[in-house]
C-alpha cells in the first residue's frame, strides 16, 4: 500500500472538532477516494460512501429537503444498510463535481455536527453544471496531488531516517556518499519517467516493469481527454485538449515559453487564453510567469502574457512522447535525446517537486536571451534563485545574479552532489524536494 503524507492531514481533521465538512481536490486517478476509505476504515465505526458517476442514481438522494434527517431518511431507500451512528461515522461523498445538490448539502452536515463528512472531486475549480449555493464557512480543504518524489521514494522502500540524512547534507552543505548518491539519482530519473500518479507507481514497482506503467500512463491520459471532453464547455474542450497536448513540443524547443502557435497556425491568447485557466482549475496544469523586476511579491511584478506551463505530474509529460525516450532519460550515458527536450524535462521535473510543495512558480529569463532562472522563491531572507542543470553545466546567469546584494544566496541543481561556492549552494537534483 502506498504511503501518503495527505493521510496525517486526514486523519487530524477526523480527529478535529472544527465541525467542518472536508474539501478533498484533486486532479482524477490521484488517490483521493482510496485514501478516503483508508481514514474511514481506520478511524471510524461506520462509512458512508457514494459515488456520483458510478452511483448517479445516489443523486435523487439530495433532491428536495437538504437538512440532514431528510437526507437521511433518503440514503435509507437508496442504501438500506447505511448506518448512520452519530459521532462515529464517516460520510463520503466521492466525485461530488457531479451533484451540485451534495455541494450545498455540506452547509447542512456541518450545521448538524452528528458526522464527519468528506466531499472528494476532480476539477473542483470549474463552474458546475448549474447555479449552486456553496457552503461557505462550512468546509475545509486539502489539495491533493500524485505523489511527490519523497512519497516516490516510500514506495522503493526508502525510509524517513534515510530521507532525513539527506536533509541534514542539504542543510549542512555536506557531501552525501557516493553510493547513496547514485542511488538516489537512479531513484529520481525513474521518478522522471513514472511520475506519481499512484497506479503507474504501484505497477512500477509491484510488476518490476517500466513497461506496466507506462501502459497505465497512457491510459491515464486518455482518460483525461475524457474528462476535458466531459467538463469544458463545448468553446473550451477541442481548444483544452490542444493545449495540454501540446506540452511535449512546448518543452522540447529551445525556448520554454509557451507559444500559441505551437497549437495551430496563428493561435493567440484571445482564443487560447480562457483554456489555459480551464487545465489551471482542473489541476491539470501550472503556469510559471516570466518576472518583469526582481522585487517582492512577486505576484506583483510577472508578464502575463509571457509564462510557461507545466504539467502537475511528470510521468504523464514523459509518456506525451513515444516510448523509448524513457530509456534514454534512465540511462545518463545514452547520448541520442536531444538536448532541448532533455533540458526542458529535467525543468518540468522540478516544478512539478516544487509544485507538490506548495511552490507558486516564478522564472526570470530576459528579452535578450542572455539571462535565465528556471525558477525564483519568495523567502523571508529575500529572493532565492533555482538554477536547473540536466549535466554539469556552467551557470553565468546564476553567478551573475549572486553578485546583487539584495540576494543573499542561490541554488544550482545538477547531477552531482553537494557543495559551496561563496553564496551559490550546489545540489543534486533530487533535493528540490528540500526547497
Not at 463535481?97 to 448538524?112: I, N, R
Request: glycine residues 6%; charged residues 25%; contains cysteine.
Amino acid at each position: 500500500m502506498l504511503k501518503r503524507t495527505v493521510d496525517d492531514e486526514l486523519i487530524k481533521w477526523a480527529e478535529s472538532d472544527s465541525g467542518k465538512c472536508l474539501m478533498l481536490r484533486g486532479a482524477r486517478q490521484v488517490g483521493k477516494t482510496f485514501s478516503s476509505e483508508q481514514l474511514g476504515k481506520s478511524k471510524f465505526e461506520s462509512v458512508v460512501s457514494v459515488n456520483f458517476l458510478e452511483q448517479p442514481e445516489l443523486k435523487s438522494v439530495f433532491t428536495g429537503n437538504l437538512d440532514t434527517n431528510s437526507l437521511i431518511m433518503n440514503f435509507s431507500v437508496y442504501l438500506p444498510s447505511a448506518r448512520f451512528v452519530p459521532e462515529k461515522t464517516l460520510i463520503i461523498l466521492d466525485e461530488i463535481q457531479e451533484c451540485p445538490e451534495a455541494v450545498t448539502s455540506l452547509k447542512f452536515w456541518a450545521k448538524d455536527n452528528r458526522f464527519k463528512v468528506i466531499a472528494t472531486g476532480s476539477m473542483l475549480g470549474i463552474d458546475f453544471k448549474r447555479p449552486i449555493s456553496y457552503p461557505v464557512g462550512s468546509v475545509e480543504y486539502i489539495n491533493m496531488h500524485p505523489l511527490s518524489f519523497r512519497e516516490f521514494l516510500y514506495a522503493a522502500g526508502i525510509n524517513d531516517d534515510v530521507i532525513g540524512v539527506l536533509e541534514q547534507c542539504c542543510n549542512e552543505y555536506r557531501k552525501v556518499p557516493d553510493a547513496i548518491n547514485e542511488r538516489m539519482m537512479n531513484l529520481l530519473r525513474q521518478y522522471l519517467v513514472v511520475g506519481g500518479m499512484p497506479e503507474a507507481v504501484s505497477a512500477y514497482f509491484e510488476n518490476n516493469s517500466l513497461i506496466e506503467a507506462d501502459k497505465v500512463l497512457r491510459r491515464i491520459l486518455n482518460d483525461y481527454r475524457y474528462d476535458i471532453a466531459h467538463y469544458a464547455s463545448p468553446d473550451i474542450k477541442i481548444k483544452a485538449e490542444k493545449c495540454y497536448f501540446s506540452l511535449a513540443d512546448q518543452l522540447s524547443k529551445e525556448n520554454h515559453k509557451f507559444q500559441y502557435g505551437l497549437i495551430e497556425k496563428g493561435g493567440n491568447a484571445r482564443k487560447f487564453g480562457s483554456s489555459l485557466d480551464w487545465l489551471n482549475n482542473a489541476d491539470l496544469t501550472r503556469t510559471s510567469y516570466n518576472l518583469t523586476s526582481l522585487e517582492i511579491p512577486f505576484s506583483s511584478h510577472f508578464d502575463s502574457n509571457n509564462f510557461r506551463l507545466y504539467p502537475t505530474d511528470i510521468g504523464l509529460l514523459v509518456s506525451m512522447y513515444e516510448y523509448m525516450i524513457k530509456g534514454a532519460l534512465l540511462d545518463p550515458s545514452y547520448k541520442v535525446l536531444a538536448g532541448n527536450t532533455k533540458g526542458g524535462l529535467y525543468e518540468a521535473l522540478i516544478a512539478d517537486m516544487l509544485i507538490k510543495s506548495g511552490h507558486d512558480l516564478y522564472y526570470r529569463k530576459n528579452e535578450q536571451a542572455t539571462f535565465e532562472i528556471e525558477f525564483l522563491l519568495e523567502r523571508p531572507e529575500g529572493i532565492i534563485p533555482v538554477e536547473v542543470k540536466a549535466g554539469h553545466s556552467r551557470s553565468r546567469s546564476l553567478d551573475n545574479l549572486l553578485k546583487k546584494e539584495s540576494i543573499p544566496y542561490g541554488y544550482k541543481l545538477i547531477d552531482g552532489n553537494v557543495g559551496k561556492d561563496g553564496k551559490k549552494i550546489t545540489l543534486p537534483l533530487y533535493m528540490a524536494m528540500f526547497l
